[in-house]
């Protein structure tokens, strides 16, 4: 049925870079074969997955949509792509993304755009674009994105659909292309929480792979799906409802606290005062890690090589200015002048300092709440186009989500309305590894 689906909408979604038509439905038929033969299954045993193309697939093309890695096959899989075959999903294919995930619109893929399927002349948001789109359009069941500063919530809220990032080391980011690595947290996309929750019981644990990874045992998450929020406090940050958010979007938010407050839920107003610098740290930090991250892409070990160079120095350069598109060019010059010598203290040093204050205001707010609720993003989905022009406008379209990675704790965001016919969402903030909680109240809204 999902790619029955894909046939008929694809061509004006394109959510997908690349389709596993052929090795989906002979893993469906497998799980077919042991349901007949009577043997045990698992859990998510034939839901159909879509997973956002900078995760590691042993044998089928992983690009980040960067011509970098047009024709990049990595020889082994991410660990959330191994858990969710043991989990029994059967993935439907890649999806498209902002090049190397950075972008809010999915517009800076270095293939092509996708549409939000709400209304085609729209973003879906991105990075994560591909994932959210895809499940929004029912070209999958459930979807994979990753979130460095919002990547899987705003695509989420832009397109209606549930997104959730978990707190930093959660889940393995094993076999992620690394971005910002400090930032970067791979989570699902779903239509509901009970598919929230089973995704979330599928790829979280420790890997010993990845070496921020957490300790520790995972929940049962679903066990986390009482239909009570009774007592439950719930701040509000004023700085995600002030200045910069869409009236419209606040009515949507403010209808779903007096849902809330019906409910039994303490509702009070509360503050994060160092908001206002969340976005400029973030674009110090993340652009100095993707610098660096980004410096393994010469043309000697993977990808795009330029051919015609006179020597290594001219190919390293040719296979750069050729390989990445201009947003990740732009994001590698800011990063190395972040870094570079005279210039690290005064600014990398510095947004590390504040990304401490940043990590307190969350610290200090959650001595008295159980969670922080605001808006994932100012306005829905914009047209296409509208932001490309201008990279500070693109940036600020995260606002509400950036905060959050700083501080490496866990954020969701659910649908809660609708404004001219297009998705609201609203955000759920919590404590470290307290997904449960940010899922029970979710659940409310079932
Ligand atoms: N839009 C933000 C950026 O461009 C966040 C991206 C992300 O979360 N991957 O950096």
Redesign the pocket.
Known sequence: AVFDRIDAVEEKVKAYVTLTRERAFARAQEIDRKIAAGEAIPPLAGIPVAIKDNICTRGIRTTCSSKMLYNFVPPYNATVVEKLEAAGTVMVGKTNM?EF????STENSGFFATANPWDPERVPG??SGGSAAAVAAGEAITAIG??????IR?PAAFCGVIGLKPTYGAVSRYGLVA?ASSLDQIGPFTRDVTDCALMLNAISGHDPLDSTSAPGDVPDFTSCLKDDVKGLKIGVPREYIGEGIDPAVKEVVGQALKLLASLGAEIEETTLPHSRYALPAYYLI?TAEASSNLARYDGVRYGYRAEDARDVVDMFMKTRSRGFGPEVKRRIMLGTYALSAGYYDAYYLKALKVRTLIKQDFDRAFEKFDVLLAPTTPTPAFKRGEKMDDPLQM?MS?ICTLAV?LAGIPGISIPAGFVNGLPVGMQLIGKPFDEGTLLRVAYTFE
Not at 101 to 104: I, L, P, Q, T, V
Not at 146 to 151: C, H, N, V
Request: aromatic share 10%; no cysteine; hydrophobic share 20%.
């Open positions: 902002d995930a950075m972008g809010s991105g990075s990753s979130d460095t500063g919002g990547s705003q971005f993340a940036y995260d990675n």
